[in-house]
């Protein structure tokens, strides 16, 4: 069964150092989408893309955080400086876009720590 | 009012038991729904897509009731292993395929 990919899993950072994460959708997915989840809450959009372009980041930090997906296919998003409230679990998900399907799977997430 | 609302429970319920939880949206224009489950610490999994007419897998029902707004999950002849968070989720009829979460329901199955 294809599976969306993340890495690395957990990661402890201090605090106004820099954190990258990866994220590798299921193929042919053209939709990938960036979430961060807090404890009790549901998971929050930070950034859609459509193939490479973004296509929604509008609850995207943008003062320190950044995503990309040059070729459309992998993508990153980096946090820089990090800041102690940015401690939560960094979701990716991808969707067939044009399918008419709404359904997104997720990766395994990577959970960060800002000491 | 958020969006999709859920109780947060948790529901406590003995094994075996039936247990059933509700979710409300506002948005009366949405047109898909889901359940995902989602266990301590790991991502969500997709459980059921929501169809106009009901649907049932195994143990799980879904239904919908749009005159309502509320979608809700039956789940018979509960397990252990079916503790966990449910989060409702609904489609945003903005579009741009994204979809709207609800905060989830806990579910505890006790032996």
């Known amino acids: 069964e294809a599976e969306v990919a993340q890495s690395p899993r957990y990661k402890i950072t201090e605090k106004s150092q820099a954190v990258a994460f990866w994220c590798d959708p299921i193929?042919?997915?053209?939709?990938l989408y960036w979430y961060r989840q807090i404890l009790g809450q549901g998971p929050e959009l930070l950034v859609q893309?459509?193939?490479?372009?973004?296509v929604d980041d509008s609850q995207l930090p943008k003062d320190r955080f950044s995503a990309e997906r040059l070729k459309g296919v992998d993508s990153t998003l980096k946090i820089q400086p990090a800041e102690l409230g940015d401690s939560a679990m960094y979701l990716c998900?991808?969707?067939?876009w044009g399918t008419g399907a709404y359904e997104q799977y997720f990766g395994p997430g990577t959970r960060l720590t800002v000491t | 009012r958020k969006e999709v609302e859920q109780d947060p429970g948790p529901f406590n319920v003995p094994e075996g038991a039936t247990v059933a939880f509700n979710c409300t949206y506002s948005n009366s224009a949405s047109q898909s729904f889901f359940w995902y489950r989602q266990d301590c610490r790991k991502e969500p999994k997709l459980l059921m897509s929501v169809y106009s007419s009901g649907n049932e897998d195994g143990r799980f029902t879904a239904q919908l009731n749009r005159a309502s707004q509320y979608i809700s999950l039956l789940i018979r002849d509960s397990k252990l292993s079916d503790s966990a968070t449910y989060l409702c989720v609904v489609n945003n009829m903005d579009s741009n395929y994204q979809l709207i979460w609800g905060a989830g329901t806990k579910l505890i199955i006790k032996p």
């Open positions: 998900a991808s969707n067939a």
């Open positions: 193929s042919g997915h053209a939709t």
């Open positions: 893309f459509q193939d490479e372009s973004v």
